[in-house]
Structures are given as structure tokens and as C-alpha cells.
């Protein structure tokens, strides 16, 4: 009576050890790239988010008001991928996040992160190609990182310091200190009084008017 390794041929064993080869390559591979995509630190995660930016801004062929959508569309695509606004919206909002279901949640993080947009990038977009960022130390404590810039604007040093936080493998930013003002405290403190008077509908419904008013200036 045959065995059960009797009954596997030659052909049968090359084929499976060249299976086992192959998975096992793949495994090597993929750890590889997981592990170099894990060892990238709060610095490297950053750096290329703010290079994109820059070049969108500084690129002609998106210069000009008439080309204001598409630059952007090119910016916040870019910014989605370094800058964590859902925990910016988190933050901002403060205990007053627990208290809002999720649909909610999802509504503030697109009003606040439309606000920014209007606020931050409008500002931006008034680069003139003079600016320089200088990448200083960068502190890491467990799951949150500091990095220290300084920003070179036709002479003039403004230091800016950018607080990540690490969810898996990724660093994205959820505040920025720029001259000792953090744009989450100080967004807080604004929320946290019309909250106390006009409750959360209250500050979704400025939220909504503050960015509709932007769509007003430019129509204009």
C-alpha cells in the first residue's frame, strides 16, 4: 500500500517547492516595503507634504484667479495626505465632539476643514516664491512628534512648529504653532464661546455662513 508521500511525483514536489518560493518572496517583499514605509519619521512624512504645496503655488500654469478652483482642488488633495483634519476637528470642538453622533462629526470636519481651506490657503496663495522653509530638530514622545521649522520670508525668520501624531504607520499633522499661536487652541477658544451661547447648531450654522460669505467675496 502506497504511503501518502508516495503518491506525490516529482513534478508535483518542484511545483510546490517553487510555490513555497514565491510566497515566501513575496512575504520578504512586502515586509520589506512595509517596514521602510513604517521607518519613515514625522521629518520625511512632512517634508514632501510642504514641497507639493509649495510647487502648486509657485507653478504658472495655476497662477490667477481663473485658475483658483483647480489650484485648489491641487492643494487640498495634497493636504489631505499630510494634515489630519478629522482630529483638528476633534480637537477644536472639544468635549462637545462626544456629544455628536457621527453623521455630525463627518459635517463639522468638512465645515471646518472647508474654513481652513478659505482661510489658510487664500493666505497661500498670495506666495511670492520668497519664502524658505528651514527643517530644524524634531522631539518624538510615544505617538506624537514636534517639528520645528523656520520659515525664511524675504529675511524675515517666522518660526512654525508643526504637531503630528502617528495612527498606524502614517505622521500627519493636527496643529500648527506659528509664533507661539496654535491654530487648534486658538480655534477652540473661539468655538468653545459661541458654544456656551449659541450651542453646537449655533456654530454649525456660522460655520456654514462664514464659508458661504468667501463664495460672496469672490463672485464680487
Same mark, same amino acid.
Given at each position: 500500500?502506497?504511503?501518502?508521500?508516495?503518491?506525490?511525483?516529482?513534478?508535483?514536489?518542484?511545483?510546490?517547492? /517553487?510555490?513555497?518560493?514565491?510566497?515566501?518572496?513575496?512575504?520578504?517583499?512586502?515586509?520589506?516595503?512595509?517596514?521602510?514605509?513604517?521607518?519613515?519619521?514625522?521629518?520625511?512624512?512632512? /517634508?514632501?507634504?510642504?514641497?507639493?504645496?509649495?510647487?502648486?503655488?509657485?507653478?504658472?500654469?495655476?497662477?490667477?484667479?481663473?485658475?483658483?478652483?483647480?489650484?485648489?482642488?491641487?492643494?487640498?488633495?495634497?493636504?489631505?495626505?499630510g494634515f489630519d483634519f478629522a482630529e483638528m476637528s476633534?480637537?477644536?470642538?472639544? /468635549?462637545?465632539?462626544?456629544?455628536?453622533?457621527?453623521?455630525?462629526?463627518?459635517?463639522?470636519?468638512?465645515?471646518?476643514?472647508?474654513?481652513?481651506?478659505?482661510?489658510?490657503?487664500?493666505?497661500?496663495?498670495?506666495?511670492?516664491?520668497?519664502?524658505?522653509?528651514?527643517?530644524?530638530?524634531?522631539?518624538?514622545?510615544?505617538?506624537?512628534?514636534?517639528?520645528?521649522?523656520?520659515?525664511?520670508?524675504?529675511?524675515?525668520?517666522?518660526?512654525?512648529?508643526?504637531?503630528?501624531?502617528?495612527?498606524?504607520?502614517?505622521?500627519?499633522?493636527?496643529?500648527?504653532?506659528?509664533?507661539?499661536?496654535?491654530?487648534?487652541?486658538?480655534?477652540?477658544?473661539?468655538?468653545?464661546?459661541?458654544?456656551?451661547?449659541?450651542?453646537?447648531?449655533?456654530?454649525?450654522?456660522?460655520?456654514?455662513?462664514?464659508?458661504?460669505?468667501?463664495?460672496?467675496?469672490?463672485?464680487?
Open positions: 500500500m502506497k504511503s501518502f508521500y508516495d503518491t506525490i511525483s516529482c513534478k508535483d514536489i518542484t511545483m510546490t517547492i /517553487k510555490r513555497l518560493f514565491f510566497l515566501v518572496l513575496c512575504f520578504c517583499l512586502f515586509s520589506g516595503l512595509a517596514h521602510a514605509r513604517a521607518s519613515l519619521g514625522p521629518t520625511e512624512e512632512l /517634508k514632501p507634504t510642504l514641497d507639493k504645496i509649495k510647487e502648486i503655488l509657485a507653478d504658472p500654469d495655476l497662477a490667477g484667479s481663473e485658475r483658483k478652483a483647480k489650484r485648489r482642488e491641487k492643494i487640498m488633495a495634497v493636504a489631505v495626505q476633534k480637537r477644536v470642538l472639544g /468635549k462637545t465632539w462626544k456629544t455628536i453622533d457621527e453623521q455630525q462629526r463627518v459635517h463639522f470636519e468638512q465645515l471646518f476643514t472647508k474654513l481652513l481651506e478659505n482661510v489658510y490657503i487664500g493666505k497661500l496663495e498670495s506666495y511670492s516664491g520668497g519664502q524658505n522653509v528651514q527643517f530644524q530638530e524634531e522631539r518624538i514622545k510615544g505617538k506624537r512628534a514636534v517639528v520645528n521649522t523656520v520659515v525664511d520670508d524675504n529675511g524675515v525668520a517666522i518660526p512654525v512648529r508643526y504637531v503630528m501624531l502617528q495612527k498606524g504607520s502614517i505622521w500627519k499633522v493636527y496643529d500648527i504653532n506659528i509664533e507661539g499661536v496654535s491654530l487648534v487652541r486658538n480655534y477652540r477658544e473661539q468655538f468653545k464661546s459661541i458654544l456656551r451661547k449659541e450651542k453646537y447648531d449655533g456654530l454649525v450654522k456660522i460655520l456654514e455662513e462664514k464659508n458661504a460669505s468667501f463664495i460672496d467675496e469672490e463672485s464680487n
